[in-house]
Structure formats: structure tokens, C-alpha cells
Nanobody
Framework: EVQLLESGGGSVQAGGSLRLSCATD????????MAWFRQGPGKEREEVAH????????YADSVMGRFIMSKDNDPKVAFYLQMNNLKPEDTAMYFC????????????????????????WGQGTQVTVSS
């Protein structure tokens, strides 16, 4: 089981920025999908962004152009979510998640499509954006 620990949440006014971090005990170059999810009050959990093993990053439409996900591999994997131009609707508990990828005929598998398929989760960090 992989350990994930988020940090960096807080309260900010609309238009502000925050940077979330997710520390892991995943050794560098180990094939994992990394993702950020969020769950707002009264809402279902949704994916914010994910990074494939080849570095390809995908964002939810709601955060495209405002959030940037990145990853470090030295010495253990850590990944980040730079959140700019925050809006009140970004208020949520943010979670990092990781899922081990498998090698197949088409190369490394892709990130899971459903949050329930991610095997490893952090405890979450709260982001509150006031108007």
C-alpha cells in the first residue's frame, strides 16, 4: 500500500492562488498514475487532473487554464497542483490519489477512468475560496 500525504490547503479570496502538494513513498520511475480529486459540499467527488506515466496531463474542463499539475521524481515521487485564479466553486476537500499501472501489449496501462479504481488515497486537504 502506498502512503500519500497532502498539504497546502487553506482559505483564499477569489482570484487568489494556492499550491497543493502530495508526498508519497513511491520510488521514482515506478509506473503509477497520479491524480487530484475534489469533493465540494453536497457534491460528488470529481477528478481535477491526472498525470499518466509518460507525463501526459489531463484536466477537467472546469479547471483548464487555471490549474497546473506537475510531478517530481527525486528521490520519491511527489506531485503538485498549482491553482490560480481560484473561484468560490473551487471550494472543496482535495485529495491526491495514485494507482499502479501495468505493462501490456500496448505498453503501460492508462489512468483509471473511475475514482473507485484508484487504490491509494491521501486524507485530503481543505480549500476554501471566498468571494
Amino acid at each position: 500500500e502506498v502512503q500519500l500525504l497532502e498539504s497546502g490547503g487553506g482559505s483564499v479570496q477569489a482570484g487568489g492562488s494556492l499550491r497543493l502538494s502530495c508526498a508519497t513513498d513511491i520510488l521514482r520511475y515506478t509506473p503509477y498514475c497520479m491524480a487530484w480529486f475534489r469533493q465540494g459540499p453536497g457534491k460528488e467527488r470529481e477528478e481535477v487532473a491526472h498525470i499518466e506515466f509518460d507525463g501526459t496531463t489531463t484536466y477537467a474542463d472546469s479547471v483548464m487554464g487555471r490549474f497546473i499539475m506537475s510531478k517530481d521524481n527525486d528521490p520519491k515521487v511527489a506531485f503538485y497542483l498549482q491553482m490560480n485564479n481560484l473561484k468560490p466553486e473551487d471550494t472543496a476537500m482535495y485529495f491526491c490519489a495514485a494507482d499502479k499501472l501495468l505493462w501490456g501489449d500496448d505498453g503501460w496501462s492508462k489512468c483509471p477512468r473511475k475514482d473507485s479504481d484508484f487504490d491509494n488515497w491521501g486524507q485530503g486537504t481543505q480549500v476554501t475560496v471566498s468571494s
